[in-house]
């Protein structure tokens, strides 16, 4: 079992936190309508350079994208001024752009004014405040900075419990992202309360969202695989594979990840009899999502099945499908973002397996320079890659 398996693959979660809910850097950005008001805007230009920005980043064209928001912002606020609320969707839309480049400090203030423009407009405690809270939260946790996403978090969840006519499953996806940051902080048992809660939740939902208890089953299952009780985890793992199953296809993302999330648990615990048949039986299905000509589109893929491939025992395939992401993430963002520093990881993981030391140290050492202009020394990931260079 190598070390670095288990903890890169483990880290991922932790820090890509708020990802499961609003935002998975490198999958398809989906603006949004206004949060509690329609734009008034019926310009033709506006809504030009809003669905440029939509297109241009579903091609990875993120700073195009980004462009063409500003480009929208400027004609909103040259008719309405700055303080209209129909600038609330741009501010939106803007914060997870620069989220996706990794430009934390702009995606914070792109947010932060958008939550006061709907905190002066729409009053404090209106449903729209909760959902911006609700990413701060989720990028404050992905900077590490878990305390105040807490507060924020705890402020959302406030804000939607005393609305009676809240949708259960956005309260259910408030409560596991409030989870998700009380495992971070270690308090486990509180998480559990929270993915709990949450589960019971989303029941009441008139249009159920199997994905949505997937998910929260998963990340109940980590909370016990850290406490170290492995057949409780075991449990929702395959009651998650279960649902899995029954409610989407036999060959779909679904099911693939289910039987990973399952396999990792058993090679944790050595049982590699047990995870040896679902890697191979996820990599079956990960193989058909990932064609010849690789594109932005198929990051998700292509990341999905390099590690699978590793799992598997194919670290030389693992290698080259690392390689080719990096490829398509450095033309997407550039060569400094922080999903190219988590793949160095990943990609030197499988240069040791293949005894490539010089280019392992190498990746090792370009992902930790990335990490550095983001992080604190303190931060997981950089004490991770730290500890993996002293290693080699």
């Known amino acids: 079992m190598n070390p670095m398996k288990l903890s890169v693959s483990k880290m991922a979660p932790r820090f890509w936190l708020g990802c499961f809910l609003f935002l998975c850097v490198g999958s398809a950005y989906i603006p949004e309508s206004a949060h509690g008001v329609e734009p008034l805007l019926d310009i033709g230009v506006f809504k ?71 905190e002066k407009n729409m009053g404090l405690d209106h449903p729209s405040v909760a959902e911006f809270l609700d990413r701060l939260a989720s990028l404050n946790a992905d900077l590490g900075r878990n305390d105040e ?31 998700q940051i009380e495992t971070n902080l270690k308090n486990y048992s509180q998480a559990q309360n929270c993915f709990q809660e949450a589960l019971e939740t989303q029941e009441k939902s008139p249009k159920p969202d199997y994905n949505l208890p997937i998910h929260l089953l998963t990340a109940q299952a980590r909370v016990f695989q ?99 992401s990096l490829q398509i993430e450095k033309e997407a963002f550039g060569p400094r973002h922080t999903l190219i520093a988590l793949d160095l990881l990943h990609l030197a993981e499988a240069e040791i397996s293949l005894k490539e030391k010089n280019k392992a140290q190498e990746n090792l050492k370009e992902s930790i320079n990335i990490l550095k202009n983001y992080f604190p020394n303190d931060y997981p990931l950089v004490v991770l890659a730290r500890e993996q260079l002293k290693v080699r």
């Open 48 to 118: 030009l350079s809003r669905l440029e920005a939509f297109n241009l980043a579903r091609d990875g064209k993120f700073p195009e994208a980004v462009q063409a928001e500003e480009r929208a912002l400027r004609i909103a606020e040259a008719q309405f001024g700055p303080l209209h609320p129909s600038l609330v969707p741009i501010y939106s839309d803007l914060g997870t752009l620069h989220r996706s480049m990794a430009e934390y400090q702009k995606s914070e203030q792109d947010y932060k004014w958008g939550l006061a423009l709907l």
């Open 149 to 179: 996403a807490e507060l924020l978090e705890k402020r959302a969840l406030s804000i939607r419990k005393s609305n009676p006519s809240s949708d259960p499953k956005v309260l259910a996806q408030t409560l596991g992202l409030l989870g």
């Open 226 to 324: 850290l406490e170290k009780n492995f057949a409780k985890a075991q449990s929702c793992l395959e009651i998650a594979l279960d649902m899995a199953q029954k409610h989407f296809q036999a060959v779909s993302v679904e099911v693939a990840n289910g039987m990973e999330n399952l396999a990792d648990l058993f090679q944790v615990q050595n049982q590699v009899d047990k995870a040896h048949p679902l890697y191979e039986s996820a990599l079956q299905i990960d193989q058909r999502y990932v064609g010849k000509v690789f594109s932005f589109s198929a990051l998700p893929y292509l990341k999905r099945l390099a590690k699978v491939e590793w799992s598997a025992g194919d670290a030389k395939a693992s290698e080259d499908l690392w390689k080719k």
